[in-house]
């Protein structure tokens, strides 16, 4: 009986080396540390190490989602001016006629530059190409519109009126 015992003591004591010696046997193959799981053995899903950079692409991380648009980055970037564009932490908006001239000329001073600005910020925030026309020939009737892409991570609204200019927003 004592020596059925210690057989399988023995025994229970061999397995644990083997498990042992089979963990440190792994030749890991380590995959890539993401924003999500830091780096994977392949083989034997043991991790190590903390979590790997963002992959961000148009402010968005193609791995999370997490959004990384920085509006006051965008603003200097596209050389806004604070006499037709306003900027926080979460929106940026254009405003063609800042002082709502209805004087044709005058309603025009910052059309321009402003306009210029709306383009790159487009493009910048990797919105369709085709979103500057709609907002060029935007009429009044047509109200506020807006445009939410999938996964853009930004929200865009404006309306456009002959006496207040064309106004565009920009939202997280
Ligand atoms: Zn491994
Ligand atoms: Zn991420």
């Known amino acids: ?38 780096a994977t053995c392949k083989k034997c899903g043991k ?9 961000i692409k148009n402010g968005v991380c193609l791995i999370c989602g997490k ?9 200097e970037g596209c050389g806004c001016s604070s006499i037709w564009a306003e900027v926080g932490e979460d929106y940026l908006s254009i405003d063609t006629n800042p002082y709502d001239f209805s004087d044709e000329t005058l309603s025009m001073l910052w059309a321009e530059d402003a306009l210029a600005a709306i383009k790159k910020i487009n493009s910048e925030l990797g919105l369709p190409s085709y979103l500057y026309q709609e907002m060029v020939n935007t009429r009044a009737i047509d ?29 997280k």
Not at 1 to 27: F, N, P, Q, R
Not at 158 to 168: A, K, N, Q, Y
């Open 47 to 55: 991790t190590e190490g903390g979590l790997g950079e963002h992959n």
């Open 67 to 75: 959004q990384f648009i920085n509006f006051f980055a965008i603003y």
């Open 143 to 171: 109200g506020r519109l807006t445009y939410t892409g999938p996964e853009r991570g930004v929200n865009v609204s404006w309306r456009f009126h002959p006496d207040s200019g064309l106004e565009v927003r920009y939202t």
């Open 1 to 38: 009986m004592k020596k059925h015992l210690l057989s399988i003591i023995a025994m229970l004591i061999i397995c644990v080396c083997m498990t042992l010696l089979v963990g440190c046997e792994c030749d890991h193959v380590w995959e890539t540390a993401t924003c999500t799981t830091p």
